[in-house]
T-cell receptor, first 116, second 112 residues
Framework: GAVVSQHPSWVICKSGTSVKIECRSL??????MFWYRQFPKQSLMLMATSNEGSKATYEQGVEKDKFLINHASLTLSTLTVTSAHPEDSSFYIC????????????FGPGTRLTVT | GEDVEQSLFLSVREGDSSVINCTYT??????LYWYKQEPGAGLQLLTY?????DMKQDQRLTVLLNKKDKHLSLRIADTQTGDSAIYFC????????????FGKGTSLLVTP
């Protein structure tokens, strides 16, 4: 099956700093990538949808100036958490979908962010 | 994600069949998915079903869809201890590209 990687898998940062998370589709071109957030024992909540070369579409309640998403190529999307605060601590998961006619959506292994 | 409902826990004995149930509310959902998540890991796509299908079988996995009742189930035959994980039901969101609405997940525990 298709493989999606995320880097880093785990990061600790200090409050007020920014951290960048990368999401890569390793063996297919991802026309669309999604960023989700998962709290412990909770479901995944969609944060934003990004299409290659376009601005990301953010879900209601998600601050686009805080969670910067870039999808500059068909295999890479990045999520930058700016001015991180402890309440931003969470498990961030990306997913990627191939081109038209593909219904499978493949998820990365997730990034655990802890803000101290 | 609140539109997709799942029971939170299921415990079965090794070798038995497991059935995980899910209800969704968006009748226009065209694709429904089952994902597996092991501790500390991402989601693994197990299978998906189109809304015009009633059943889909893939090795030990059988998905049943009752579109009238908006009910989806995942049956795992001959459940093994390695099947212990959280199973998420998800529906393709209407009018939102291919973003998914997830249930809260069913934690499956397989005991020897």
């Amino acid at each position: 099956g298709a493989v999606v990687s995320q880097h880093p898998s785990w990061v600790i940062c200090k409050s007020g700093t920014s951290v960048k998370i990368e999401c890569r589709s390793l063996d297919f071109q991802a026309t669309t990538m999604f960023w989700y957030r998962q709290f412990p024992k909770q479901s995944l909540m969609l944060m934003a949808t990004s299409n290659e070369g376009s601005k990301a579409t953010y879900e209601q309640g998600v601050e686009k100036d805080k969670f910067l998403i870039n999808h500059a190529s068909l295999t890479l999307s990045t999520l930058t958490v700016t001015s991180a605060h402890p309440e931003d601590s969470s498990f961030y998961i990306c997913s990627a979908r191939g081109g038209q006619g593909t219904y499978e959506q493949y998820f990365g292994p997730g990034t655990r962010l802890t803000v101290t | 994600g609140e539109d997709v409902e799942q029971s939170l826990f299921l415990s079965v004995r090794e070798g038995d069949s497991s059935v995980i149930n899910c209800t969704y509310t968006d009748s226009s959902s065209t694709y429904l998915y089952w994902y597996k998540q092991e501790p500390g890991a991402g989601l693994q796509l197990l299978t998906y079903i189109f809304s015009n299908m009633d059943m889909k079988q893939d090795q030990r996995l059988t998905v049943l869809l009752n579109k009238k009742d908006k009910h989806l189930s995942l049956r795992i035959a001959d459940t093994q201890t390695g099947d212990s994980a959280i199973y998420f039901c998800a529906e393709k969101r209407a009018n939102s590209g291919y973003a998914l609405n997830f249930g809260k997940g069913t934690s499956l525990l397989v005991t020897p």
